[in-house]
């Protein structure tokens, strides 16, 4: 890291520790160099913070959902929606769904008999009902005493609305035209499969014209050289009870205007790439103005992404549904993310995991992209596969909106929540951010939160704890306001060469606006404002602010401490308390020839317990800015104007 010197003669320091019983009848102003007036006869509040005792706000993830086990980590309580061993594993046929405890058949569990014990009984002889059964001998007549033997013998187009193609138990090769009003039902998923043909080009499942809802159920479309199912022309299917595995190109892939599929007790994995050129290998891709609703949804180990939803009027709703372990793309490595909701394509989801993927856990970008979560866990995003890149848990740009309510974010790497771009937000509420690891090509980045390029943010009731290099991050006129009961804790610094650490970092003409915040065990610097930056904090408590981990071994100059700083930026602190920084309780000076000048002001608070109570490098600089009602205490020395070197503004994320 650069070093910066501001070269202006003050002299040298004077210790003078002003108490509450200097003479009231004092000037406010024109104390000489070394003197600070606390300006306070009476001592002073400390930050009206309800919760403060407790450490931590009241983060509201608990109660748990139904079946969600509550976990407590540093006095929150989080909700997971497995056991603590995890999901389990399980037997051909069945999955273990969130919010469960353990493994069970997809869909209705196998019979004793050929089909499925959900069909009518006695044999209906009426035609509704068109018995399939694998290897059955030829001439049959789709009865029950006569099943087909293959699926090229029904005549697709020809079945009405309300009828039955019964599969029994048995691997049938072939593709299935579900036309609308027709049901298909397998006997269940571990011995009904479906393989498709040698046609790269068509799917194992395809929707047809018909009147009513179609709708296939406990089978499995796997292994085949095609997509799963493919559905478009405004055609709505539900499947329930069905497993689309080693499917190629798309597990599932839904396009065009009222096209609607409903999933329930539906696991997509293991997608392969395509054929040709080793791309996609999609989970789900759901396009042009498109629905998919999904109950007891997994989507696990494909490749790219594991759901794709693009275009205006384009919705997912997911409820009890997990997206876990994306792979990268086969073709060159990039990609692997988890959820990707693009172009003004809308995403709601309720009880929702999205774990292991790379490169991103939810990716959302374009103007009119919304995404909305409640209930949420992004934990384990892992960086690129090809450049060690990225592997955000949330990645919003271009406009993106996100909603979030009752979310965890943990253990993803180089951003727990990044944000980016004019008209980009990020609204939150009673949320947990942590243990962002640094990105795997540089050991760089690891932030909690980062908003930049004219993105905003809006939090309620946010733990941002244990992240790497800056815990909540605002860059180049990006936005925060209405932030309250806000903790930002034990920020580590960087891996790659034990610099930052820092809190909160504000610069190039970004605003801060909010109350009741902690922020505590922070390294090089608590709250900083640099260039052109604006905050203003109230009910406030800076805390803990150690020198830079490198201070010792490769940054000795480079040390810092402070718990606040304006560098060329306004500070405004209110209700406020400042203890234990390890060089300068508050810190204010000029920046760039271009920034406006510096502005620190303090109200109501205490500076206390540090090495310099105030640190001023501004020539002639109005102390009683800094002395209104606020007392300084226990300090090494309440002011000095001895020139120390200026932190440089942390690095952008490129998008």
Not at 68 to 73: C, N, Q
Not at 189 to 207: H, K
Not at 226 to 239: A, D, P, V
Not at 553 to 568: L, Q, S, Y
Request: charged share 20%; with cysteine; glycine share 14%.
């Amino acid at each position: 890291m650069a070093l910066r010197f501001v070269s202006r003669a003050l002299g040298a320091a004077l210790v003078v520790v002003i108490g509450c019983g200097d003479d009231p009848s004092a000037p406010d102003s024109g104390a000489p160099d070394g003197e600070l007036d606390s300006g306070s006869d009476s001592g002073v509040p400390g930050p009206n913070i309800p919760w403060l005792a407790e450490g931590v706000p009241p983060i509201m993830l608990a109660p748990c959902p139904e079946g969600w086990r509550e976990v407590t980590v540093n006095g929150v309580s989080e909700c997971d929606p497995y056991p603590e061993a995890g999901p389990a594993t399980c037997e051909a046929g069945e999955a273990h769904f969130p919010g469960e405890s353990g493994c069970r058949p997809i869909g209705e569990a196998c019979p004793t008999g050929d089909y499925a014990d959900s069909l009518p009984t006695p044999p209906p002889t009426d035609g509704s009902v068109i018995y399939v059964k694998a290897g059955a001998a030829a001439g049959g007549d789709g009865s029950y005493a006569m099943p087909y033997g293959a699926l090229s013998e029904i005549r697709w187009t020809w079945l009405s609305p309300g009828a039955t193609v019964a599969l029994a138990k048995g691997t049938y090769e072939g593709t299935l035209h579900v036309k609308e009003g027709v049901r298909i039902v397998g006997a269940c998923v571990r011995e009904t499969r479906v393989t498709g043909d040698t046609d790269p080009d068509s799917s194992v499942a395809t929707t047809i014209n018909g009147v009513g809802e179609a709708r296939v159920e406990n089978l499995t479309i796997g292994g085949a050289a095609q997509e799963g199912l493919r559905t478009t022309g405004g055609h709505s299917i539900t499947l329930e009870g069905v497993l689309v595995e080693r499917t190629r190109g798309v597990g599932i892939a839904i396009a065009n205007p009222d096209s609607v599929v409903t999933l329930r007790d539906a696991v997509i994995r293991d997608t392969q790439p395509r054929a040709g050129d080793d791309g996609f290998g999609q989970g789900i891709n759901i396009q042009s103005g498109a629905q998919l609703s999904a109950t007891r949804l997994l989507v696990q180990s494909n490749r790219t992404t594991g759901i794709l939803a693009a275009h205006d009027a384009t919705t997912v709703n997911l409820t009890d549904s997990v997206v876990r372990d994306t792979q990268p793309q086969a073709s060159d490595g990039g990609f692997g993310t988890g959820i990707a909701i693009q172009y003004g394509a809308q995403l709601s989801a309720t009880r929702l995991l999205v774990q292991g993927n790379h490169g991103g856990g939810v990716f959302a970008n374009g103007d009119g992209t919304a995404v909305n979560l409640a209930d949420t866990i992004i934990r384990d995003t892992a960086s690129r596969a090809n450049d060690g890149l990225f592997g955000n848990g949330i990645e919003l740009q271009d406009g993106a909106q996100l909603f979030a309510a009752r979310l965890v974010i943990r253990g993803n790497r180089s951003g727990g929540i990044f944000a980016d771009g004019d008209g980009t937000a990020v609204d939150l509420t009673d949320t947990v951010v942590r243990d962002t690891a640094p990105r795997t090509s540089d050991d760089k980045f690891g932030r909690g939160i980062g908003i930049q390029s004219g993105a905003q943010l809006t939090a309620v009731r946010v733990l941002v704890e244990g992240n790497h290099e800056i815990g909540i991050s605002l860059n180049r006129d990006a936005t925060a306001v209405g932030l309250s009961d806000i903790v930002v804790r034990d920020t580590r610094p960087r891996v790659s060469d034990d610099s930052l650490g820092r809190g909160i970092h504000v610069d190039y003409g970004s605003r801060l606006e909010g109350n009741r915040l902690v922020i505590e065990d922070s390294h090089e610097l608590g709250v900083a404002a640099t260039e052109g930056a604006d905050v203003d904090l109230r009910d406030v408590s800076i805390s803990g602010v150690a020198r830079a981990a490198c201070a010792s071994t490769t940054c000795p100059e480079d040390f810092h401490g402070h718990a606040v700083i304006a560098i060329g930026a306004a500070v405004r602190l209110t209700r406020f308390q400042i203890h234990d920084a390890d060089t300068c309780g508050v810190f204010v000076a000029a920046g760039e020839a271009s920034s406006p000048p510096a502005a620190l002001d303090l109200e109501s608070g205490t500076v206390s317990a540090s090495e310099i109570g105030a640190c001023i490098q501004v020539d002639g600089y109005d102390t009683t800015r800094l002395t209104n009602d606020v007392e300084y205490r226990d300090n090494g020395t309440n002011l000095d104007t001895t020139t120390l070197p200026l932190p440089e503004p942390p690095d952008s994320i490129t998008p």
